[in-house]
């Protein structure tokens, strides 16, 4: 997992949504609150919300839950 250093700042969130989509991330509207998704992994039906503002830590944030 890259440092929070080494990850970039101003990643658009929906480049982000669309690459948990090609490693086989369901993403819906539906279930996140406001403007927040909702993405889960078929297998284990793990569930992480994307919220609307994706700064540097956000993206730390999601990407170490993603990882567990």
Do not use: C, N
């Amino acid at each position: 997992m890259p440092s929070l250093s080494e990850l970039p700042d101003g990643l658009p969130r929906k480049k982000f949504l669309r690459a948990l989509q090609a490693l086989g991330w369901e993403i819906s509207e539906i279930g996140g609150k406001g403007s927040h998704y909702k993405a889960t992994w078929p297998p284990t039906q793990k569930i992480i919300i994307v919220q609307y503002d994706f700064r540097k830590d956000v993206l730390y944030k999601v990407l170490k839950a993603v990882e567990q």
